[in-house]
C-alpha cells in the first residue's frame, strides 16, 4: 500500500528518511540531491515496499515530466519515494540492457 505524502508528514535532514520525488531526476537519468526532502521515520516504514535500494529503478508515472528514469546506482541510506515515482527493484542477476529490452526499449 503506498500511502500519500502530507505536510505534517515532512521532517528535517536527520528526522527520517531521504524521499524522491520528479524534481530530483532529470532527463538523463541523473539524481539531484540539492533540495532534500525527508518523511518521519514512522511514514517510512508504514511503506517497506517502496523503500529503495541501490540498483533499483524509479520511474516518474505521471505530470508534465512522465517518463524521467533513473537507475539508483549508490546506496543513498534509508530513501522512499513520494506518490509522483514507482519504484522498480531491480532483482539480482537482472542487468539493466536486459531490463530496458524487457520494455521495447
Not at 85 to 98: E, S
Request: aromatic share 6%; glycine share 10%.
Amino acid at each position: 500500500m503506498v500511502l500519500k505524502d502530507t505536510t505534517s508528514d515532512l521532517v528535517g535532514e536527520g528526522e527520517g528518511a531521504l524521499t524522491l520525488g520528479a524534481t530530483h531526476l532529470d532527463w538523463e537519468g541523473n539524481i539531484h540531491l540539492s533540495q532534500p526532502v525527508f518523511i518521519s521515520w514512522k511514514k517510512y516504514y508504514e511503506s517497506p515496499e517502496i523503500m529503495v535500494n541501490k540498483n533499483d529503478i524509479i520511474i516518474v508515472q505521471r505530470g508534465s515530466t512522465c517518463g524521467k528514469v533513473a537507475l539508483i546506482n549508490m546506496d543513498l541510506g534509508p530513501t522512499t519515494i513520494n506518490p509522483s515515482l514507482v519504484l522498480y527493484p531491480l532483482k539480482k542477476g537482472i542487468k539493466i540492457k536486459q531490463f530496458l529490452g524487457e520494455l521495447g526499449l
